[in-house]
Nanobody, 125 residues
């Protein structure tokens, strides 16, 4: 069983940068893939980025490619999402999620078994 806790959300202006973190606990070896999803009010949860256990494979949604960077520090059991050139449409609750398939970066909600509670990111104009 894994526990995930997001942190680092907040209110920023358009064009700013922000880094959110996902602390993972419950397993001594980081044998899991981690993804970031987001959900805006009235919309479905959507995929943002994913990273496999070694960091060798990353995957991004087209809407964030070139602006967001996902990374992980397995020594700290933490996964990061660096968000640059933020836009108002990036406003959402950001969730991290983990999958037991450590070598496959999926963009599908159903492939992830463990979820955090989310952190709010608000981008003002």
């Amino acid at each position: 069983q894994l526990q995930l806790v997001e942190s680092g959300g907040g209110l920023v202006q358009a064009g700013d940068s922000l880094r959110v973190s996902c602390a993972v606990s419950g397993r001594t070896f980081p044998s899991y893939t981690v993804a970031w999803f987001r959900q805006a009010p009235g919309k479905e949860r959507e995929f943002v980025a994913a990273i496999t256990w070694s960091g060798a494979t990353t995957l991004y949604a087209d809407s964030v490619k070139g602006r967001f960077i996902v990374s992980r520090d397995n020594a700290k059991n933490t996964v990061y999402l660096q968000m640059n050139t933020l836009k108002p449409e990036d406003t959402a609750v950001y969730y991290c999620a983990a999958s037991n398939d450590r070598n496959y970066a999926s963009r599908y909600v159903g492939d992830y078994h463990y979820w955090g509670q989310g952190t709010q990111v608000t981008v003002s104009t």
